[in-house]
């Protein structure tokens, strides 16, 4: 498989659940992100993994969880999320020879906190 | 005032028109300025960048920046159905990949 894969796709949950949204690159970059799309707003940058290090935490709450075990895999923990934190979370995989701002995203994962 | 600003839309054009799709952005420090388009149920995926003020084009697309007026646009010549998606505009600072968002302007090209 090829590209930027997210899993779910949907994802239902209670304000009091804990889920994890996966996300792998086959694309062999080095820099993962997260961002959040949510409807008439631009796409907020919420986490930003270089190597597997943390260099970005753009003010996101502490409910979101970022966990980047290899340069492949992107996870976000989910816990006593809020409605308002519904909406579409995005993958993303650049690699610095491809250009700047040079974005490979996923298909994302529609979040419904009910 | 967001740094970048685009209108929602939705734009609905005839095939075969010119589209223009345009962004305002306030950050002097931008220096490359990007396209994205996003199908519906897709990520966005990069349809081309421009490297400070001019044009730059790429079949039946050309990004244009005046930097002057700090304003971006997105010509579509001859468009098609296969085009209607939501078009998103981004501005990048010298380093990294930290790009700034608008929020997109959805375009429907009709039959």
Not at chain 1, 10 to 35: D, F, I, P
Not at chain 1, 71 to 78: D, V
Not at chain 2, 9 to 33: D, H, K, M, R, W
């Amino acid at each position: 498989e090829t590209g930027v894969t997210q899993t779910p796709r949907h994802l239902v949950m209670g304000m009091t659940n804990k889920k994890s949204l996966k996300c792998e690159q086959h694309l062999g970059h080095n820099a993962m992100y997260w961002y959040k799309q949510s409807a008439k707003k631009p796409l907020e940058l919420m986490f930003v993994y270089n190597f597997k290090e943390q260099t970005e935490n753009n003010s996101v709450p502490s409910r979101f969880s970022p966990e980047c075990p290899n340069s492949s895999h992107l996870f976000l923990h989910l816990h006593t999320l809020q409605p308002e934190d519904s909406a579409l979370y995005l993958c993303a995989s650049s690699q610095e020879w491809d250009g700047p701002g040079s974005l490979h995203f996923g298909n994302g994962t529609r979040l419904t906190v009910t | 005032q967001k740094e970048v600003e685009q209108d929602p839309g939705p734009l609905s054009v005839p095939e075969g028109a010119i589209v223009s799709l345009n962004c305002t952005y306030s950050n002097s420090a931008f220096q490359y300025f990007m396209w994205y388009r996003q199908y519906s149920r897709k990520g966005p995926e990069l349809l081309m960048y421009t490297y400070s003020s001019g044009n730059k084009e790429d079949g039946r697309f050309t990004a244009q920046v005046d930097k002057s007026s700090k304003y971006i646009s997105l010509f579509i010549r001859d468009s098609q159905p296969s085009d209607s998606a939501t078009y998103l505009c981004a501005g990048l600072t010298g380093g990294g990949n930290k790009l700034t968002f608008g929020t997109g302007t959805q375009l429907k090209v009709e039959l």
